[in-house]
T-cell receptor, first 117, second 115 residues
Framework: DTGVSQNPRHKITKRGQNVTFRCDPISEHNRLYWYRQTLGQGPEFLTYFQNEAQLEKSRLLSDRFSAERPKGSFSTLEIQRTEQGDSAMYLC???????????????FGPGTRLTVT | AQSVTQPDIHITVSEGASLELRCNYSYGATPYLFWYVQSPGQGLQLLLKYFSGDTLVQGIKGFEAEFKRSQSSFNLRKPSVHWSDAAEYFCAVAPGYNQGGKLIFGQGTELSVKP
């Protein structure tokens, strides 16, 4: 069990560019979550997948954001036409659905810090 | 709508002193409650959780939390703080069964430890 991994750890981009982040969950976990955390705030839910199905999207997830989990394993989060307001830490978490209450235990990756200049 | 409030943005305690971090939630039923810790530049680590049953729950690193339904609170405590406990602490709620398991977080409490 190597934990949740995220790449890259840091990304600096210019406004208007597209960026893509990757998340690799814990191998037996079938739920995967994306959160966004801005400075001085707690994480805010963006979206989640159960296997390859995207089951919920927050209103925070504008049409410039898209997330995929094509084979039910890793996931990508893409931001198109980045804006300075997109600067934040993007956190990925995973959990195992089917474990009863244990499915509510989410394990977080180290995050990808995005800076839009 | 469900919400979590952590009234204290920043707390400073002396090493060896006791600690209590406050958390209040707003939810119609009994939610699932969590405390996470985040060190600078790192992801979140689960400290402890409450689902049901005994209202005093034990976690890792010597932390405990008490669920009080009448006060809608889930405060985190530690009897003796170590310098390595300096970090940001987040209280979170999972709104309930069949809600997808997403977590709603408070804004966090930053803990500083004086030598």
């Amino acid at each position: 069990d190597t934990g949740v991994s995220q790449n890259p750890r840091h990304k600096i981009t210019k406004r208007g560019q597209n960026v893509t982040f990757r998340c690799d969950p814990i191998s037996e976990h079938n739920r995967l979550y994306w959160y966004r955390q801005t400075l001085g705030q707690g994480p805010e839910f963006l979206t989640y997948f159960q296997n390859e199905a995207q089951l919920e999207k927050s209103r925070l997830l504008s049409d410039r954001f898209s997330a995929e989990r094509p084979k039910g394993s890793f996931s990508t989060l893409e931001i198109q036409r980045t804006e300075q307001g997109d600067s934040a830490m993007y956190l990925c978490a995973s959990s195992f659905r089917g474990g009863g209450r244990l499915s509510y235990e989410q394990y977080f990756g180290p995050g990808t810090r995005l800076t839009v200049t | 709508a469900q919400s979590v409030t952590q009234p204290d943005i920043h707390i400073t305690v002396s090493e060896g002193a006791s600690l209590e971090l406050r958390c209040n939630y707003s939810y119609g039923a009994t939610p699932y409650l969590f405390w996470y810790v985040q060190s600078p530049g790192q992801g979140l680590q689960l400290l402890l959780k409450y689902f049901s049953g005994d209202t005093l729950v034990q976690g890792i690193k010597g932390f405990e939390a008490e669920f009080k339904r009448s006060q809608s609170s889930f405060n985190l405590r530690k009897p003796s703080v170590h310098w390595s406990d300096a970090a940001e602490y987040f209280c979170a709620v999972a709104p309930g069964y069949n809600q997808g398991g997403k977590l709603i977080f408070g804004q966090g409490t930053e803990l500083s430890v004086k030598p």
